[in-house]
């Protein structure tokens, strides 16, 4: 049994509220008796809101299934916030049934400073930079030409220039994947798993708080991984992959001062 807060069938409150026009008010948040659910309140509201409809009636009773009310909360979200949806030229283009913007693939983009905790090539790279610049993309790979390895080596990337990404992925092992080498580069903490059948909200706020027990070292959030340190600077994120002289680490260190001065 998973342990979380109760709730009510809010697929059953839509259902009212789109067939019969019955929306029924004083359930969000759910009435509480001294720290525990007030069930009799909770009937007498839905009773009075269904009583003017012929047959229907409230039936106190308990019932033991598997309730899951994930697809009516993604629904719920496209349709309180079509707006948000309209903005995104894929998703305008795909609701139009033509494209109204500019997808070209750019011939070059700026490259700017590219941070690699794991080797790539050019096609790669230059997925990579095309990702941290916002260019729109398709990446084609048959399986073991490395699309997991991009990806990785795009979120470490984007997170070295202050950006979120959502990651998203039909299969699970996908996810799991790019997880994994997340954390074998030692930025495992800064990943916040958000919908699986073990996101409940105990775990998001495990990870949460795992994060924020994180030390702060001298102005720097400083992780150790297997392969790199990892220090972060307000949204900016630096990555160092260990092993490779002392150069590169005193050019990261100058970098690291520079932001910092830049920030002060």
């Given at each position: ?142 399986p073991g030409t490395g699309k997991s390895q991009t990806i990785t080596a795009m979120i470490a990337n984007a997170l070295t220039k202050g950006q979120t990404i959502l990651f998203v ?42 994060v924020l027990a994180l030390k702060y070292i001298g102005g720097f959030w400083r992780l150790t991984g297997n392969r790199c340190f990892f220090y972060c600077i307000g949204n900016s ?28």
């Amino acid at each position: 049994m998973r342990d979380e807060d109760a709730q009510l069938n809010i697929t059953l409150l839509e259902f009212l509220k789109q067939n019969y026009e019955i929306e029924i008010l004083g359930l969000d948040p759910l009435p509480t008796d001294d720290h525990v659910l007030d069930l009799p309140k909770i009937y007498a509201i839905i009773r009075h809101a269904v009583m003017d409809l012929s047959g229907w009636d409230v039936v106190e009773a308990g019932i033991i299934g598997n309730f899951s009310f994930s697809q009516f909360v993604m629904w719920n979200d496209i349709h309180n916030h079509p707006d948000m949806l309209w903005r995104s030229d894929i998703v305008r283009s795909l609701i139009n049934g033509a494209v109204d913007w500019d997808c070209k693939i750019p011939e070059s983009v700026d490259t700017d400073e590219v941070y690699l905790p794991i080797t790539v090539d050019a096609s790669q790279l230059r997925a990579i930079n095309m990702a941290a610049a916002g260019v729109s993309f398709v990446l084609h790979g048959s399986p073991g030409t490395g699309k997991s390895q991009t990806i990785t080596a795009m979120i470490a990337n984007a997170l070295t220039k202050g950006q979120t990404i959502l990651f998203v992925a039909e299969k699970m092992a996908a996810l799991e994947v790019v997880q994994k080498r997340l954390e074998a580069l030692g930025i495992g903490d800064f990943c916040l798993e958000l919908h699986s059948n073990k996101a409940t909200k105990k775990s998001v706020l495990d990870q949460l708080k795992k994060v924020l027990a994180l030390k702060y070292i001298g102005g720097f959030w400083r992780l150790t991984g297997n392969r790199c340190f990892f220090y972060c600077i307000g949204n900016s994120v630096l990555l160092h992959e260990t092993g490779k002289g002392n150069i590169q680490r005193n050019l990261l260190y100058s970098k690291v001062r520079r932001l910092w001065r830049e920030r002060r």
